[in-house]
């Protein structure tokens, strides 16, 4: 049974991996189903947590500061967590590239959040950001499993280290922020929207941290992950989903970008990584019709939308109408920031203001199927 609330998030999607192990060579093949059986392990142990719910609370009571910190630990090519530290708050590069970019990502997501949005780090309570680097061998992913952030150092074949790529790191630490506030579940359309949160703040993280406006953005997600072996810029475009990647190893980007494109899998949670697409377009859409710095209004009603408005079975209907409101609460009815959301959800093939009737979206019968039940936020 999938659990739907507090998984372990991957920013490799099961598909690329399945991909792998059908087409890859022996090598690639034999990395891509070590990594799924090991994110298999992760998962079975994260559900321990959840039954031990006494364990999760003392690891989260220990790592709460009140201010910025950031531990990195070294697996060194085993599993266990987290390893020994290597680099903590305020100490100098080591030689060590990837503890150092786990440090410099955790850190810019940690400025984004508490900058533009008053957020004191993932739970807004000072949670001390801990990550592991060199998980395992040849891993091919980075996660976050509730308390922490983990990260392969890639196979050098198809992928680089895990670390390379800011935007994963904003991506994955705000699944922790999804986790402590909407909770959304992680199946279907409300996963779907779990996904697109982390890739639209691990998108503002790089663009923050660049000083980049909306049009200088690139709109990548996973830049620089892909090695020159493979036939692609990313894991995923939100300015043009279905674009990233198109390699035969790989397979081809499955996101769309319109809902007359929206695709029905009981895979991966419901499609979770893959119709993510289309609201991290609509997100793309609003925040360069609006201009200027996508974390500065764009990005503030999407945090607004996160913090206050979605609940843990929201659909992709409900984001636009949510996010509607909060524009109009934060810039005025009518406003063109609220107008650019209208327009932008409107662009991907959803009404704002309209209702979904009741199932759609959220497919029950896919729901049973996938083992996962409708919680409450």
């Known amino acids: 049974m999938h659990n739907h609330r507090h998984p372990i998030h991957c920013i490799l999607p099961p598909h ?76 100098a590069p080591v030689a060590d590239v990837a503890v150092n970019e786990a440090y410099d990502g955790s850190g810019a997501t940690y400025d984004l959040y508490l900058e533009i949005y008053g957020r004191n780090s993932i739970d807004n309570n000072g949670l001390r950001l801990d990550s592991t680097v060199h998980y395992q061998r040849n891993y091919d992913n980075a996660f976050w499993n509730g ?113 007359k494109d929206y695709v029905t899998t009981i895979s991966d949670n419901g499609g979770v990584h893959i119709n993510s697409g289309i609201p991290n377009h609509a997100f793309y859409l609003i925040a360069t019709a609006i201009g200027g710095y996508a974390w500065e209004k764009a990005g503030q009603i999407w945090y607004v939308t996160l913090r206050d408005k979605l609940k843990a079975t929201s659909n992709f209907q409900d984001c636009a109408n949510l996010s509607y409101q909060a524009a109009g609460e934060l810039y005025g009815v009518g406003s063109l920031e609220q107008q650019a959301v209208k327009q932008g959800w409107a662009d991907v093939g959803l009404a704002v203001g309209t209702t979904t009737p009741p199932g759609d979206g959220c497919f029950p019968s896919l729901l049973k199927l996938i083992g996962a039940a409708p919680a409450n936020k």
């Not at 060579?25 to 006494?54: F, G, H, V, W």
């Open 16 to 91: 690329i991996l399945k991909e792998i192990a059908a087409n890859g060579s022996e090598t690639q093949k034999q990395n891509a189903l070590d990594t799924i059986n090991a994110t298999t392990q992760l998962r079975a142990e994260r559900l321990k947590m959840i039954e031990y719910p006494s364990v999760f609370a003392a690891s989260m009571i220990k790592a709460i500061t009140g201010g910025k910190e950031r531990i990195i630990y070294d697996a060194q090519n085993g599993s266990s967590l987290p390893g020994p530290a290597v680099r903590k708050e305020g100490e």
């Open 147 to 259: 308390t922490q952030m983990v990260y392969g150092d890639g196979d050098g074949d198809l992928f680089n280290r895990f670390t390379i790529s800011i935007d994963v790191i904003g991506h994955e630490l705000t699944h922790g922020v999804t986790q402590y506030e909407a909770r959304l579940n992680y199946s279907l359309q409300p996963g779907a929207l779990n996904e697109s949160m982390s890739d639209v703040f691990g998108s503002l993280v790089k663009q923050y941290h660049l000083k980049q406006t909306s049009d200088q953005a690139d709109w990548l997600i996973g830049q620089g992950l892909l090695t020159s072996n493979v036939n692609g810029v990313a894991l995923r475009s939100m300015k043009a989903p279905g674009t990233a990647y198109d390699d035969p190893v790989l397979g081809k980007d499955p996101q769309p970008a319109h809902m």
